[in-house]
């Protein structure tokens, strides 16, 4: 390669590599789009950001920025701040004070995130440890792999199914692995079921029902010793409230399959 033409993009790791002005034009530069902008409460006569003017935030925040493409509040108090340029977002992240306010800037932790599942339906990469894929993988913004694993007769084997979250707000539709174009389907996790109760919608913290029995669905115990026949607790099928084969689990599933791709097709018009 000849370096004098080369150019230089650092991505979230340190790791500095090099490409020339043909191999520039496929590469995205990845920084934090979503920043969190928050109050410092040291007194009780503080108050969230959320609390202050309109015109205070907007004078503050166009006074170091410039207009952000977008602001919405958080229940938290914060901010939510989108922004077009990697200057913008290195400068809220390095705020001190707006409008003689105490604040904190950090990196939202899932907008500026998004995962997708990559199918090696050729077994290209057995054999290949999760840290080097992602080693390999990383000057395409991938920060982290996962290999999924399934269980045959009580022995856990590795599938040719990897979950990879790369550090970009919208998903790409394919990666290069080595000179393979490879697609990138939209990662869809599972429907969000509660450890108590063991209906949909909710975690275990915030559950406000009773103890339910995942086996037969009778209140009162856990599950863990129960003989009862399976019954599960959402649509009364025999079969435990913790199988995939319940219609509600699968209802929930196709929800959450629809939301996310109108969540992607949001972004990606965004972006």
């Known amino acids: 390669m000849d370096t004098s033409k080369s150019k230089k993009r650092c991505y979230p790791t340190g790791l500095e590599i090099s490409f020339n002005d043909e191999q520039l034009n496929s590469v995205v530069e990845h920084w934090p789009r979503f920043i969190t902008l928050e109050a410092k409460l040291s ?4 108050k969230p950001l959320t609390k202050v003017s309109p015109f205070t935030i907007q004078k503050g ?6 207009t952000p493409k977008s ?17 913008h977002s290195t400068s809220l992240l390095a705020l001190k004070m707006l409008a003689d306010i105490p604040v904190l800037g950090k990196v939202h932790s899932g907008l500026n995130q ?3 599942i990559l199918f090696d339906r050729d077994h290209d990469l057995d054999g290949i440890p999760e840290q080097e894929i992602q080693s390999e993988l990383e000057s ?3 920060i982290s792999v996962r290999r999924f694993t399934k269980k045959r007769n009580d022995v856990v084997e590795p599938t040719n199914t990897y979950l990879l979250t790369f550090c ?7 990666i290069k692995v080595g000179l393979y174009l490879m697609k990138i389907e939209t990662f869809v996790p599972n429907p969000l079921r509660c450890f108590k109760c063991k209906r949909f919608g909710h975690g275990q913290m915030n559950c406000k029902g009773s103890e339910t029995c995942f086996r037969c669905g009778e209140e009162g115990h856990d599950g863990k010793t129960c003989q009862n026949d399976p019954k ?3 649509c009364k099928g025999e079969h435990m409230s913790s199988s995939k084969q319940c219609p509600i689990w699968k209802k929930e599933k196709e929800i959450r399959k629809v939301k996310q791709r109108k969540e992607y097709h949001i972004r990606k018009l965004k972006n």
């Open 43 to 46: 007194d009780q006569n503080s």
């Open 114 to 116: 998004s995962k997708g």
């Open 71 to 87: 602001v919405k509040k958080l229940k938290s108090g914060a901010l939510l701040i989108e922004v077009t340029k990697k200057q």
């Open 140 to 142: 395409q913004g991938v």
């Open 61 to 66: 925040i166009q006074g170091i920025i410039g």
């Open 232 to 234: 599960c607790k959402n």
């Open 168 to 174: 970009m707000p919208t998903l790409p539709t394919n």
